[in-house]
């Protein structure tokens, strides 16, 4: 959990440094982490049950998984939390991290596209 923690601090810092989202760049930062979260669900499911992806199945699942990551651990009061435990990173350990949670972004997307083309020819 603390690896989701870190990137969702990471993605809202991000949305509002860059100011794409000012006012509630936690609402962002979760769905980033809800999608990403479902896609690998998803592509987990193929491989160990050869279950055919669908967007049906993207809803069922990415749906639920959005509300209880907004409900329980990724809101506005979490944020708070996790500005303070996190003030001040050293330059070098947070290019590291933010590298890192770009190629988790892209891995989930990478493994969700390879396992939807399986599902469909395979």
């Known amino acids: ?5 870190y990137i969702f601090y990471r993605i809202s810092f991000i949305y509002r440094k860059y100011k794409i989202e000012t006012i509630n760049p936690e609402i ?3 769905g980033i982490i809800s999608l990403c979260q479902t896609l690998n669900l998803l592509a987990l ?18 749906v639920p998984l ?21 003030p ?24 969700y596209g390879i396992s939807a083309y399986l599902s469909k020819n395979g």
Do not use: H, Q
């Open 1 to 5: 959990m603390i690896i989701f923690n």
């Open 28 to 30: 962002y930062a979760s």
């Open 45 to 62: 499911l193929f491989l160990f049950f050869n279950l055919k992806i669908s967007i049906p199945l993207l809803l069922i699942f990415g």
């Open 66 to 86: 959005l509300i209880l990551n907004w409900i329980f651990p990724f809101n506005e009061s979490k944020l708070k939390k996790l500005n303070e435990r996190w």
């Open 88 to 111: 001040i990173e050293n330059k070098k350990a947070k290019l590291f991290y933010d590298i890192c949670i770009v190629l988790y972004i892209i891995v989930s997307f990478t493994l």
